[in-house]
């Protein structure tokens, strides 16, 4: 079973910054596809960024702009750097790795992220 440790969550006024950061110990570099997904209370659980191969970043349209997704081999993590947030960014965030070759997925516990004032 591969752990994911998430950190950075946490409250933050509108307009604020936070960087999220999820742990691999077991490392990331056999894992195509890392990411970030967050789910609002009743609402399903949404992509919000991931990158695919190393090389292909992909954002959804709501986070385009203020967001930014980055990996480090050499530490195992995952980040996720969010400027500008706005209430509707409230949700819990959960680090994902994946493989499509043999399939694999593996998901984090999750980070409060609160945006009010």
């Known amino acids: 079973q591969v752990q994911l440790v998430e950190s950075g969550g946490g409250l933050v006024q509108p307009g604020g910054s936070l960087r999220l950061s999820c742990a691999a110990p077991?490392?990331?570099?056999?894992?195509?596809?890392v990411g970030w997904h967050r789910q609002a209370p009743g609402q399903q659980r949404e992509l919000v960024a991931q990158i695919i191969t190393g090389v292909t970043t992909t954002y959804a349209g709501s986070v385009q702009g203020r967001f930014t997704i980055s990996r480090d081999y050499a530490k195992n993590t995952v980040a996720l750097q969010m400027n500008s947030l706005k209430p509707e960014d409230t949700a819990v965030y959960f680090c994902?790795?994946?493989?499509?070759?043999?399939?694999?997925?593996?998901w984090g516990q999750g980070t409060q992220v609160t945006v009010s004032s």
């Open positions: 994902n790795i994946a493989r499509t070759a043999p399939p694999r997925s593996y």
């Open positions: 077991g490392g990331i570099s056999t894992y195509n596809i």
